[in-house]
């Protein structure tokens, strides 16, 4: 099942948990946002999957990306920055 413990988007959730505690805060900001960009290109491709299959219709949502942005859609995880941040 997708999001389930042992998957590659497990694998993800864990390395930026593990991003976000880090001691030194000051990272690069070109090298961060390239990351970001190739996540939202992985993002945009599994939209097209749910567009493509139909899912997103059974809920009723006229676009599979205004599916995935609803609320009440399961989350495979839910990442929490640190409590303590300096």
């Known amino acids: 099942m997708l999001g389930e413990g042992g998957t590659d988007l497990h694998k993800l959730?864990?390395?930026?948990?593990e991003f976000q505690?880090?001691?030194a805060r000051r990272v690069d900001?070109?090298?961060?946002?390239?990351?970001i960009?190739?996540?939202e290109g992985e993002f945009?491709?599994?939209?097209?999957?749910?567009?493509r299959s139909g899912e997103h219709l059974a809920?009723?949502?006229?676009?599979?990306?205004?599916w995935l942005d609803q609320p009440d859609q399961p989350r495979a995880?839910?990442?929490r920055p640190p409590s303590s941040r300096p």
Do not use: P
Not at 60 to 66: E, N
């Open 13 to 17: 959730a864990l390395a930026v948990r």
């Open 59 to 66: 809920g009723g949502s006229v676009s599979a990306v205004a």
């Open 29 to 35: 900001a070109k090298g961060l946002r390239s990351l």
């Open 77 to 79: 995880f839910v990442l």
């Open 44 to 51: 945009a491709a599994e939209a097209r999957c749910v567009q």
């Open 21 to 23: 505690a880090r001691d």
């Open 37 to 39: 960009d190739a996540l």
